[in-house]
Each structure stands twice: as structure tokens, then as C-alpha cells.
């Protein structure tokens, strides 16, 4: 038997829940609104601005000469390749770096100024190494998110409870068991959260390197629409990046929760 | 007699970037096969320190402990340690699974120590639906079914309630007793370190020296709450709370 105290408890947190979802949503739909009332009043240049009508029918045009979806999966495609090199790297580098750690503190100056380091100044260099092509794409984002990854996974690594690697070191474990017993399994939800800064920094990462070379793609179409002065299809691509990044969101949250159980 | 370990003028010494702490000043211990072996002393006397370097977790300073290499221990840390992300079984299964001695004949037998222990309904549960008490009883049998020749006990009873502590400290007192193992436990409470060991060793303030030790003569077949009310005991009680407190 549910009591009435907690049906109204229940029913608060679902109304709760409930306004934000709307109010979310309101602002998303204000503020199109706004915009696409203000450039039907001619208040603001829809030449430079736009307007979501435009952008609309500018991303069906897109879709209608599939143009849209070849730029899409080239992208995603990118990104996907960065995003599973780039753990992979970022795993395997912290955890020979937790195996390893006079090799962990002789290196961790270096990580720290090549993570500050800004990588779209290594374009030109990347891109006369490796040529103007995919691979030049994909090293970018590599830099950017493998060189966050090894740091936060490494962190994370290093601030394992000491009393669980003691308790190992009682059970005669060797390093490889201590790393794959408790410093692996204890750092879970941080390993996750890596994984999450990951996919967003090979979207920087994959955009940044497509408007430095690429022929396809969603950062190159903004890239030639600013161009050829086409400012609708500009912002298409933005609002393609984000209808991208929102993707991604969704889909990493829900891996996250499969992950979790 | 059966010597299965001894150590032998024993100094540890902490380092730190500040200082060095003086902990153990030549401390002489032999443990003969089947000997149950208390430690108290006053807190930071380095009573875990000891159980430490007879693991073989820290260095000692200088002397030795001199045992043969096929001697194992099963160490239960004075600090909880369940793996949050565990189950309760698994962690029992946790040592056996590193020495590779895992075998589901062995899973039985930790089922069975959990169903006895109280912990029956917990078996697929995590560390932190438990109680401090039955976290210890779980890390417990973790060291328990290692088997191991010596088991090393840091305050292991220290969260458990009055009753519980007498029965699962005499039970484990049987188990061992049936196969001949040996024990040595650091404990705050006098009457358990009495009631369970045939030898006790008092330290003294760090740097800690053995004060006296204690050979424990009581009647092995009475039942815990029995043996505690006997007048012997309370002779050795006070012999050996008279120097605790001696300075
Ligand atoms: N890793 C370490 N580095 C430096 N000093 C240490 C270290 N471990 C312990 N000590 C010091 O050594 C002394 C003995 O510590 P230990 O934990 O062995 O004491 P204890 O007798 O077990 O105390 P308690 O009864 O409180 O558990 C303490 O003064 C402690 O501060
Ligand atoms: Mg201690």
C-alpha cells in the first residue's frame, strides 16, 4: 500500500520534472520564434542572419541532392575513428603509465604542456607531413582528445585507494593483477566520464581538421558556405552540428546507462 | 617445537622527506605451529606495522624474519577494504582468484562460511548495503578461506556487537585449532586477546620494545562466556592491564 504522503511526494518530482521539460523546450521555440519573426520585419539582415525557414529548406535541399547525408557520414565516420583510437591510446598509454611510474613522473611535464599546448597550431605541420586527406583529420583529433584522455585516466589511476592495493599486495598480486583487480575496476565511472570528454574533443578535434582540409564533410560545408559568402548554408552547418552533437549526447548517455548495470 | 616463524632482532624505521620515525626497537618473537599469538600496546605503538612486515608488505629496517618460503598468510587489514564494485561473494572469492586456488568446491565452502556467518542473504549484495559489522565478518572469511598457515588479525572484531564477537572469535578459534593453524592477532580488548591466544605480547609507547609476554594456561573446553568469568582469567586480566598502564 502506497501511502498518500508518498503519492504526493511522487507526483512533486513528477511535476517538477514535468516544468522543466517545458520550459526547456519553450526556450528553444522562443527564441526560433523570435528570429524568424525578426527577419520576417526585416529587423535584422537574413543575409548575414538567416532565418530558421531558410535554414530549413536549405538543409532539405541538402538532404534532397544527398549531399547532406555524404557530408554527415564522412563526419561521423571521423569521428567514430578518432573517437575508438583515441580511448584505446588514452587507456593503454595511463595504464603502462600506472604500471609504470618513475616513466609516469618523468613524463608528466611533457603531457601537461602538450595538453595546453593549442593543437590547431600543429595543422600545417600535420597536414605537410601527412597530406591534405582523412588521415590529417583524424590525427588532429587524436591529439586533442588522446592527450585529456591519458591525463584524466592517468589522475584517476593515481588516486585509487591506497587500502585496496594494500589488500591486493597481502594476496600476493602482481602489478598486472593490482591494475586489473582494483585500480581498473574502482576508476569505472571516471573511465566513463573520460570516454565522455573523448567524443566531444574528437568533435573539435574532427571540425577543427575538416576546415583545414577536407573535401567533405559537415565542418567543411561551413567552411566553403563562409566561403562563397552563403551564410544560410553557414548556419545550416551549425545547426547540423548541433542536431550532431545532440546525437552523440543521447547516444553516450545511453551506453553510459548500459555500461552502468 | 614446531617453529614456523621467527623474528629475529627486529628495527623499522619510517622514512618520510621531514623525518624518520622510530617504530619497532629489536623485537624477538618465535611462533611455534598451532600458537595463538596477541599483540597490544598502546595505540600508534606499531602493532600493525608488525603484522605488516611478518606479511611481507613492509621492509624491515634491520633483522629478520626467518620462516620457510611454502609458510602462507592470509592478512585481514585493520581498514575495511571490500571492493565497492563486488559482490560480497566475489569478494570472499577475491584471493583465492589472484593465487589462482578458485574451484567451485571452494565457492561452496565460502557460501557456507557466509550462511554461517549471518551474511546468507547478502551473498549477491555490495559492501555498501552492509553494516560495519558485517563488512568485518565479510573480510574475514575472505582471509578465512585462503587457509592460509598464519592468519595475521588487525582489530578484526572491532565493529562487531558483544555477542557476535565472542561466537564468531571462538568459532574461528575452532576452525583453526581443527587444522592446526597458527594466528597471531592485534586487538584493543584485553579479554579477547586472553580468551583466544595462548600467548600474549604486550608493547610498549613507540619506539615499541616487547614489555613482557604472556603464556595463557586457561581451560580450552569451557565456552567463551565461562572461560571469561574464571578467576584465572581475571588474574592474567590484571596482570597484564597493570602493565599496559605501567609506564
Ligand atoms: N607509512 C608510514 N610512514 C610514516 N610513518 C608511519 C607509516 N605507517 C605508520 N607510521 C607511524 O608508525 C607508528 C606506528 O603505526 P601503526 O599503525 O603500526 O600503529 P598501531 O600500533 O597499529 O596503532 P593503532 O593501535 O592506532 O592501530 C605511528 O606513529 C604511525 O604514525
Ligand atoms: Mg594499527
New binding site residues.
Given amino acids: 500500500m502506497i501511502s498518500n504522503e508518498r503519492k504526493e511526494y511522487l507526483k512533486r518530482i513528477k511535476r517538477n520534472k514535468r516544468i522543466i521539460l517545458i520550459s526547456q523546450i519553450s526556450i528553444i521555440v522562443l527564441f526560433l520564434g523570435i528570429w524568424e519573426l525578426l527577419s520576417r520585419l526585416n529587423m535584422i539582415d537574413t543575409f548575414l542572419l538567416s532565418s530558421p525557414t531558410k535554414v530549413f529548406n536549405t538543409i532539405i535541399d541538402l538532404a534532397k541532392s544527398n549531399n547532406l547525408f555524404n557530408h554527415l557520414f564522412t563526419t561521423l565516420k571521423e569521428i567514430l575513428i578518432s573517437f575508438i583510437l583515441g580511448n584505446i591510446i588514452g587507456f593503454t598509454i595511463s595504464s603502462i603509465l600506472y604500471l609504470f611510474k618513475t616513466l609516469s613522473k618523468i613524463l608528466d611535464p611533457y603531457l601537461t604542456i602538450l595538453n595546453s599546448l593549442p593543437k590547431v597550431a600543429l595543422g600545417p605541420l600535420i597536414i605537410i607531413v601527412s597530406g591534405a586527406n582523412t588521415k590529417s583529420i583524424i590525427i588532429m583529433a587524436l591529439l586533442i582528445s588522446s592527450i585529456i584522455s591519458i591525463l584524466n585516466i592517468n589522475t584517476a589511476f593515481k588516486s585509487t585507494d591506497e587500502n585496496r592495493i594494500k589488500l591486493l599486495k597481502t594476496m600476493n598480486a602482481s602489478k598486472l593483477q593490482i591494475l586489473f583487480h582494483v585500480v581498473i575496476p574502482s576508476n569505472y565511472s571516471q573511465i566513463v566520464d573520460s570516454f565522455k570528454v573523448n567524443i566531444s574533443m574528437c568533435f573539435v578535434g574532427v571540425i577543427m581538421g575538416e576546415f583545414l582540409v577536407s573535401k567533405e564533410g559537415v565542418g567543411y560545408l561551413i567552411n566553403y558556405g563562409s566561403q562563397v559568402f552563403n551564410m544560410n548554408l553557414v548556419i545550416s552547418g551549425i545547426f547540423i552540428l548541433i542536431i550532431l552533437t545532440i546525437g552523440l549526447y543521447l547516444l553516450i548517455s545511453f551506453l553510459e546507462r548500459k555500461i552502468k548495470k | 617445537m614446531n617453529n614456523i616463524l621467527e623474528i629475529k632482532n627486529l628495527y623499522k624505521n619510517?622514512q618520510?622527506i621531514d623525518e624518520e620515525?622510530k617504530?619497532l626497537d629489536n623485537i624477538n618473537i618465535k611462533v611455534n605451529k598451532g600458537d595463538f599469538l596477541g599483540i597490544v600496546?598502546p595505540?600508534?605503538?606499531?602493532?600493525?606495522?608488525l603484522l605488516s612486515i611478518i606479511s611481507g608488505l613492509e621492509k624491515p629496517s634491520s633483522g629478520y624474519i626467518v620462516k620457510d618460503d611454502d609458510i602462507t598468510f592470509a592478512y585481514m587489514l585493520?581498514t575495511d577494504t571490500l571492493m565497492p564494485y563486488l559482490t560480497i561473494l566475489d569478494n570472499c572469492l577475491l584471493g583465492l582468484k589472484i593465487n589462482k586456488k578458485y574451484s567451485k568446491e571452494k565457492e561452496l565452502e565460502v557460501i557456507k562460511l557466509l550462511t554461517k556467518y549471518g551474511l546468507k542473504d547478502y551473498i549477491n549484495k555490495y559492501p555498501s548495503d552492509l553494516s560495519g559489522g558485517q563488512k568485518q565478518r565479510a573480510s574475514l572469511i575472505r582471509a578465512l578461506c585462503l587457509s592460509p598457515d598464519i592468519l595475521l588479525l588487525d582489530e578484526p572484531f572491532s565493529a562487531l556487537d558483544y555477542q557476535n564477537r565472542l561466537n564468531i572469535s571462538n568459532d574461528i578459534k575452532d576452525i583453526l585449532k581443527k587444522e592446526n593453524k597458527s594466528m597471531i592477532i592485534?586487538t584493543h580488548d584485553l579479554s579477547e586477546a586472553i580468551s583466544l591466544c595462548s600467548k600474549v605480547i604486550v608493547l610498549s609507547n613507540?619506539p615499541s620494545k616487547i614489555k613482557s609476554i604472556y603464556r595463557i594456561d586457561l581451560d580450552q573446553d569451557k565456552d567463551p562466556i565461562n572461560n571469561r568469568m574464571s578467576d584465572e582469567f581475571m588474574k592474567y586480566y590484571k596482570m597484564i592491564w597493570r602493565d599496559l598502564n605501567d609506564k
Wanted: glycine share 20%; aromatic share 6%; hydrophobic share 25%.
Fill in positions: 619510517y618520510t620515525v617504530v600496546g595505540s600508534g605503538a606499531g602493532k600493525s606495522t585493520q592485534v613507540k
